[in-house]
């Protein structure tokens, strides 16, 4: 099950309930917008939705969809124990009761108004009853809410994926039009439809074409409208009634918590572990804002683990991701009823950046391995001093080619180094790393002319490219924790370059590098590599000297052909 599903069942409702309810907003929206041009292009548009939100079968969808997304938005509410959240949280909470609050009185003057007086609720028909009046502000502030509401939902659903931080912008850029199309449709047709209703003629059509609801009709519509509003706003005093009464209890019953290398505290009973750290202002790391999809919160539990309660099964599933060791538990999942002694595995340091750091961020980038060939051999029995002046001459000569082509060295592994190539995209890292490997080759010909003069053995190297996703993150102790990368793609390339040797090739590049660099080469131009550590053998193409490395690919490529 992928990642963006993790989590439990109440989690994939909550998640496929959202995902329905911002595609019928946005679909809506830009139906509305389209009104800038013309009210038959904004009614046909509407009538090829209806077709489906209509139907029986889009009814039970998305009124569905609507149902289950506030109950359980209610249902979490009541069950907290605290409300200390995360900012973005409570914006989220405050949005999502209001919009509720706005948007029952629209459902009943227009699908209740279709359905009972068999009022025609076209666009027109909705514009006429609410332009220029406090209802038509409502309306507006409301669309700006669901899409504010449903944007916020998106983008923490999907924060961790490294394509949505690298389209982030973008995408941003395209959510802002979206409101800003609809209230434009809305102003321009709104004022068109009420200019053409001021003629008494035309007025007297859209009555007859809309079936417009009379006074008695109205006040009916009213009624259901305060009638529904009363009933959310029962359900909500029942939700606000059940927090004040487990407040009540909680501050009755307690239970200490000792943190390793933390305070001490004594939090009220039934709350989770994150909801304990929070109320106590304790720092505790938590990526995905406490439900359970992510690891970020997990605890040690060193004294203890015995008198909680057993993993739910969404719970075990996400432990088994990481391959969790024993008593690791996620803080966000576990109510302990009994004092316990907990090691924050993620543990924010007082500084924000430190927190964001040690949890890592994914990208997908190229990465490249290089190794200095019979080091040991060449260096046996010579002065440390030597060994060294070699190796600092050696870099001084290659690692310009990674840094001149926007790569850094990650690490320097003796006689060899990693470097990375982290830039706006995977075609953009893929080109790097190749114009890279072709100038370290380069190079290293000139270093090798200049040890042949001084009349020393040359040099040779072996270097394993691949490009995937990685993982770069602050690793080591607080205030000692260099910026590094790790993940398979680091591995796989490592182990490219360590087979370099046993084919007697200078450079193996794998085709996923290739082909994110945008060249199409024949399948038959590669080597199939069975890696340890990949399941499946590894397309790489091999490449004898590098010194050309540009012009041997230009051939290769079926693309520029």
Not at 8 to 30: E, K, P, Q
Not at 108 to 132: F, K, S
Not at 336 to 347: G, L
Request: hydrophobic letters at 50%; charged letters at 15%; glycine letters at 8%.
């Amino acid at each position: 099950m992928t990642d963006l599903w993790r989590g439990s069942w109440a989690t994939r409702l909550r998640i496929g309930s959202g995902l329905v309810l911002f595609l019928y907003a946005l679909l809506h929206f830009l139906n509305i917008g389209l009104g800038i041009f013309s009210n038959d292009l904004m009614h046909a548009t509407q009538d090829l939705r209806k077709l489906f939100t209509r139907s029986l079968i889009g009814t039970l969808i998305i009124y569905g969809a609507f149902t289950v997304h506030i109950s359980l938005a209610l249902a979490r509410l009541a069950g907290r124990r605290t409300l200390r959240m995360p900012r973005w949280e409570a914006a989220q909470v405050i949005l999502g009761i209001t919009i509720p609050a706005l948007l029952l009185a629209h459902i009943t003057h227009t699908r209740a108004a279709y359905e009972l007086y068999d009022v025609n609720d076209a666009m027109a028909y909705i514009m006429l009853l609410i332009w220029g009046t406090a209802d038509g502000w409502k309306q507006s502030a409301l669309l700006l809410i669901v899409w504010v509401h449903g944007c916020i939902g998106l983008h923490f659903w999907l924060r961790g994926k490294a394509w949505w931080r690298r389209w982030q912008l973008v995408l941003v850029s395209l959510a802002v039009l979206v409101p800003a199309f609809a209230l434009a449709g809305f102003l321009v047709a709104g004022r068109r439809i009420k200019a053409a209703f001021a003629d008494a003629d035309q007025a007297q059509m859209m009555i007859e074409v809309f079936n417009f609801p009379d006074r008695e009709t109205f006040l009916a519509l009213i009624a259901l409208s305060d009638l529904v509003l009363w009933v959310f706003g029962v359900v909500l005093g029942l939700v606000i009634l059940i927090l004040v009464v487990r407040f009540i209890i909680a501050r009755r019953r307690s239970v200490q918590i000792s943190y390793v290398n933390g305070p001490r505290i004594t939090a009220p009973k039934g709350m989770t572990l994150l909801e304990m750290s929070r109320v106590r202002n304790v720092p505790h790391a938590s990526l995905c804002g406490g439900r359970g999809r992510c690891t970020t919160c997990r605890v040690v539990i060193e004294d203890g683990a015995d008198l909680l309660h057993p993993p739910s099964e969404a719970e075990a599933r996400t432990l088994a991701a990481v391959n969790a060791g024993p008593n690791t538990r996620l803080a966000c999942q576990i109510r302990p009823n009994s004092p316990a002694t907990v090691f924050r595995v993620f543990r924010p340091d007082g500084r924000r950046d430190r927190g964001h750091a040690s949890q890592g961020q994914e990208k997908e980038l190229a990465v490249l391995f290089l190794d200095m060939r019979g080091f040991t051999a060449r260096t046996t029995g010579q002065l440390p001093y030597d060994v060294v002046f070699l190796l600092n001459r050696f870099f001084d000569a290659v690692v310009p080619a990674v840094t001149a082509n926007g790569g850094t060295v990650d690490k320097y592994l003796g006689d060899g180094f990693l470097a990375v190539f982290e830039t706006n995209s995977p075609e953009s890292s893929a080109r790097a790393a190749l114009a890279a490997v072709e100038g370290i080759s380069q190079a290293l010909d000139s270093f090798n002319e200049t040890l042949a003069a001084e009349g020393q053995p040359t040099v040779a190297i072996g270097i394993g490219a691949h490009l995937g996703n990685v993982v770069l993150g602050e690793i080591g102790a607080a205030g000692q924790a260099p910026r590094t990368l790790i993940g398979d793609t680091v591995n796989t390339a490592s182990r490219l370059e360590g087979v370099t040797k046993e084919h007697k090739v200078q450079a193996f590049i794998s085709a996923p590098l290739l082909a994110a660099a945008g060249l199409n080469v024949a399948a038959d131009e590669f080597t199939a590599l069975e890696l340890r550590g990949l399941s499946e053998p590894l397309a790489t193409l091999a490449v004898l000297k590098a010194n050309n490395l540009s012009r041997q690919l230009s051939q290769l490529d079926r693309g520029s052909a």
